[in-house]
């Protein structure tokens, strides 16, 4: 028997063997989720996206709850207390559907959730987290400031001290989940420098007008918060944290989930496209046979593959508790821009139809424009690689 026969197949959609580094649990995982997007996101994304909606969000919220997808790398409260590596695949999953779902995901789990979970006293643990898991009530993560976006230690927004309570006034933009969420992280500043406030959407002077016309993202709520004299008990400050350390580390988890995350789209569509190529004929044969075509394939593949591998490789050292911010600056960077550019290639390989919402792939590189754009902009993320190897810090 030759060597060469004892090797595996060659599988297209694993290419490089990626899977032989995941164990039955990861697998496990990974199915429940895809088939979860499968059943529920899939059949009707198309026609929220054409709608620039998201019904059925609280229901899509607790069904995810129920999968363990919310808070699912955090330990206790009712978080799945999953791997780096299996959260990761779980945002793979979700945005190979939509961007839009996994943005619910990361900004319920890794910013609202992990804030708490991180910086939370006891207390705030055990108000929020078991129904947040549960998805049960929705949270939001205000940082972005309508004059403040990239450089947030210049925040405007503002809480005073008034006796005991806390008063919390300012504008917060852009907040994905803002409109339906039940409790908002906000980020202010205080005497004492920036601080994390866990404020409960009901309290008088908070609202949150929805933010309308996006042409990304519109599977997602995206608003605005209005904090109006906000007026909280002390008990609402997150006491673990001060000073922009706070919300740069939920961001960090946060962009570790988008690493994988991105690849997901990016997926979604190199399958499209390679199916496409498959059957569409033009001059007598599969458009896939031309040498053109093919390069394209290639190329797509082998970043499609590289960036999963770096996002195993980042998932892995998260869950050795040695992942450096600048590494998933690394990631982020990479796999977002890698992303857009499978799906805009994927997009030419379907000719006319991928333009049309009847395949998936112009959904995903409008939504990658946000992707690309929020939890850092690719310039800062260059930024802080560009500060990391030279030493030099170029942000001003
Ligand atoms: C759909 C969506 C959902 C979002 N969800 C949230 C959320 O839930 N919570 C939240 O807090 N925020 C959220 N954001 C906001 C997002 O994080 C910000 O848009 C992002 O940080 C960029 O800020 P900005 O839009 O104000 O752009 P700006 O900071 O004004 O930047 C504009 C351009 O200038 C570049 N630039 C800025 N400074 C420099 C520099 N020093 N050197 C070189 N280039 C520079 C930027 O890279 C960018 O290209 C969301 C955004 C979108 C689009």
Not at 70 to 78: E, F, I, P, V
Not at 113 to 140: D, N, T
Not at 287 to 313: N, R, Y
Request: net charge negative.
């Amino acid at each position: 028997m030759s060597a060469s026969a004892k090797l595996p197949p060659f599988d297209a959609a694993d290419p490089l063997g990626i899977d032989d580094l995941l164990d039955p649990e990861d697998l496990a995982i990974r199915d429940t989720v895809r088939s979860w997007a499968a059943d529920r996101v899939l059949p009707y994304i198309a026609d929220w996206y054409e709608k620039g909606e998201l019904p059925g969000i609280r229901e899509l919220a607790r069904e995810l709850g129920s999968i363990g997808a919310l808070g699912m790398s955090l330990t206790g409260y009712g978080c799945a207390g999953a791997t780096a590596v299996q959260y990761g695949l779980a945002c793979l999953e979700l945005e190979a559907a939509d961007s839009g779902i996994r943005s619910l995901v990361s900004v319920q789990g890794s910013l609202a959730m992990y804030a708490i979970h991180r910086f939370g006293s006891e207390e705030q643990k055990q108000e929020w987290l078991p129904r947040m898991a549960a998805g049960e009530v929705i949270g939001c993560f205000g940082l972005t400031e309508p004059d403040h976006g990239s450089d947030p230690a210049a925040m405007r927004t503002h809480a005073k001290r008034d006796g005991d309570d806390w008063v919390l006034s300012g504008r917060k933009m852009w907040i994905t989940n803002g409109s339906v969420a039940g409790v908002a992280v906000v980020w202010a500043q205080t005497e004492d420098g920036i601080r994390g406030f866990v404020v409960p959407t009901d309290r008088p002077g908070f609202s949150a007008p929805e933010i309308k016309h996006k042409w990304s993202l519109r599977a997602s709520v995206t608003s605005e918060l209005v904090l109006d004299d906000v007026r909280l008990p002390a008990t609402a400050v997150l006491p673990g944290v001060t000073g922009l350390r706070g919300p740069l580390s939920c961001l960090s988890h946060a962009r570790y989930g988008i690493v994988w995350g991105a690849m997901g789209a990016a997926r979604s569509s190199f399958e499209t496209a390679l199916e496409y190529a498959r059957t569409r004929e033009q001059f007598g044969r599969p458009i896939g046979g031309f040498q053109l075509t093919q390069a394209k394939l290639a190329d797509m593949a082998v970043e499609l593959h590289k960036g999963i591998l770096l996002a195993h490789h980042l998932g892995r050292r998260m869950d050795a508790g040695r992942l450096r911010p600048e590494q998933v600056s690394f990631g982020k960077l990479n796999n977002v821009r890698e992303a857009i550019e499978i799906c805009r290639t994927a997009r030419t390989i379907l000719g006319a139809n991928g333009i049309s919402l009847e395949y998936p792939v112009m959904r995903h590189a409008t939504n990658l424009e946000s992707v690309l754009t929020y939890e850092g902009t690719v310039e800062m993320h260059q930024l802080v690689l560009g500060k990391a190897l030279t030493g030099l810090d170029a942000f001003r």
